[in-house]
């Protein structure tokens, strides 16, 4: 059980938009900065999101990150094949288990 | 371009230790800002941070794993290690190395992985 919820799976034909949600608490997300990153099959992941909302040079701007208190979101606008991936959101958490944590990972299947 | 390489066997028996090594090129390991952490992947499964460590050798351990983890460095080498002891069949996993950029505070370079498996 991950600290950080996302939904197993979402799915969108190609060319359209896809949300995909990270769910966490004030001593996660409420409190710290959210990553995001893309794991295509067989490859190690790759950050695409950074500080909530940024995104590293060379990553398109079809890839969006928002935070709103405690959850975090990712957008994905214009949908392609190659966007079909796992995507995990991450960030500190300053509990008593303090540490860093991941989502448990959303598959994305561009239809 | 930095580059992070992950070595060490891909079979461990059980109650043995894992010991793998990340080579940090193209670049100092020794650089301000940076962390560098391991994280593994069970097969099928979800990401898990197990730890940081700082060029100084400040370290940070995921608080489930502590009692097993051991992650050193060597700038001298330009290497970080991980040392996870008395394993079992539930440490099998793709272990990646990678520098967290504490300016940015995210994972931003990663190693291509390596499989453990842990099995007699």
């Known amino acids: 059980q991950s600290v950080l919820t996302q939904p197993p799976s979402v799915s969108a034909a190609p060319g359209q938009k896809v949300t995909i949600s990270c769910s966490g608490s004030?001593?996660?997300?409420?409190?710290?900065?959210v990553s995001w990153y893309q794991q295509l099959p067989g490859t190690a992941p790759k950050l695409l999101i950074y500080e909530n909302n940024k995104r590293p040079s060379g990553i398109p701007d079809r890839f969006s990150g928002s935070k709103s208190g405690t959850s975090a979101t990712l957008g994905i606008t214009g949908l392609q094949t190659g966007d079909e991936a796992d995507y995990y959101c991450g960030t500190w958490d300053s509990s008593l288990s303090a540490g860093w944590v991941f989502g448990g990972g959303t598959k994305l299947t561009v239809l | 371009q930095l580059q992070l390489q992950e070595s060490g066997p891909g079979l461990v028996k059980p109650s043995e230790t894992l010991s793998l090594t990340c080579t940090v090129s193209?670049?100092?390991?020794?650089?301000?800002?940076?962390?560098w952490g391991w994280i593994r992947q069970p097969p099928g499964k979800g990401l898990e941070w197990i730890g940081s460590i700082y060029y100084s050798g400040s370290t940070y351990y995921n608080p489930s794993l502590k009692s097993r983890v051991t992650i050193s460095v060597d700038t001298s080498k330009n290497q970080f290690s991980l040392k996870l002891s008395s394993v079992t069949a539930a440490d099998t996993a793709v272990y990646y190395c990678?520098?967290?950029?504490?300016?940015?505070?995210?994972?931003?370079?990663w190693g291509q992985g390596t499989m453990v498996t842990v099995s007699s």
């Open positions: 990678a520098r967290h950029d504490g300016d940015i505070d995210a994972f931003d370079i």
């Open positions: 193209g670049g100092s390991i020794s650089s301000s800002s940076y962390y």
């Open positions: 004030s001593s996660n997300i409420g409190n710290n900065y």
